[in-house]
């Protein structure tokens, strides 16, 4: 049974940082390439970051670019996501999800990429 479970959310004031975890169990990590997603209030998800199995050529939606870092750790099967310099608009519920291919394909935003998915943590940032 595959189980994905996020961790590290809560308040920060703006400016400040935080860094999500995620960890997967139940299938290959190595295998797959991960993402992170986010629904803000009254929003659709949107797609945030994407890592391939690899590590390497990542992918960032443009309004956290600069500001966020995915990485991720086989050796503890964990994902993460650093977060610098947080704005209010980044408040959001935030997804970790692992794809259902080994890179991040172009259409990597859309939800429809991501097979496995954990259940969220709330990211508040105030102003």
């Known amino acids: 049974q595959v189980q994905v479970v996020e961790s590290g959310g809560g308040l920060v004031q703006a400016g400040g940082s935080l860094r999500l975890s995620c960890t997967a169990s139940g299938l290959t990590f190595d295998d797959y390439a991960m993402g992170w997603f986010r629904r803000a209030p009254g929003k659709e998800r949107e797609g945030v970051s994407c890592?391939?199995?690899?590590?390497?050529?990542?992918h960032y939606t443009d309004s956290v670019k600069g500001r966020f870092t995915i990485s991720r750790d086989s050796a503890e099967n964990t994902l993460y996501l650093q977060m610098n310099n947080l704005k209010p608009e980044d408040t959001a519920i935030y997804y970790c999800a692992a794809s259902s291919y080994a890179d991040c394909t172009p259409s990597w935003r859309s939800a429809r990429s991501f097979r496995y998915w954990g259940l969220g943590t709330q990211v508040t940032v105030s102003s």
């Open positions: 890592i391939p199995r690899s590590g390497s050529n990542t």
